[in-house]
């Protein structure tokens, strides 16, 4: 060696620093996109949970003489399977409140993360928007879900 001293193979500090930067950067842009995405999928199930719970109830007034049930009633008649009564449901809390011939269920986003709007479904089967201002889009306060 002419007394030149081999260079150290590997990156240098501004290399890393380069390829962190363009990380942070791509993943600024990735993550509100994926968390829309997620709350999409949340707020599409919440509906078709919502659907299912609405035939769950139509069978079991059927079968109680036109008596709607709670949520523990379609669980225990098996009309819906237990994940219904564990809380949180694909980012929503599902609660039903039955009187007898009628009966609302609600469902609400667990956190602001997990979806934008509330829904609601009555006897008729039409999923709604929540009326709460704040859990539905502008305008659309109460109307069905499309």
């Known amino acids: 060696m002419d007394g030149m001293h081999e260079r150290a193979k590997g990156f240098s500090l501004l290399e890393l620093l380069i390829v962190v930067a363009i990380i942070l950067i791509i993943a600024t842009i990735a993550v509100p996109s994926l968390l829309k995405t997620r709350q999409s999928a949340n707020e599409t199930a919440a509906i078709a949970n919502l659907r299912t719970l ?37 980012g929503y809390t599902i609660a039903v409140k039955s009187s007898g011939d009628d009966f609302v269920a609600v469902a609400t986003p667990a956190s602001p993360s997990s979806g934008r709007y509330g829904y609601y479904l009555v006897p008729d089967g039409v999923v709604r928007y929540l009326s709460a201002i704040s859990l539905a889009p502008s305008g659309k306060s109460g109307s069905p879900v499309n």
Do not use: H, K, M, P
């Open 54 to 90: 609405s035939n769950a109830q139509a069978t079991y007034s059927i079968s109680n003489g036109g008596q709607y049930g709670t949520l523990a009633d379609l669980v225990s008649a098996q009309l819906l399977d237990e994940r219904f009564t564990s809380g949180v449901l694909n």
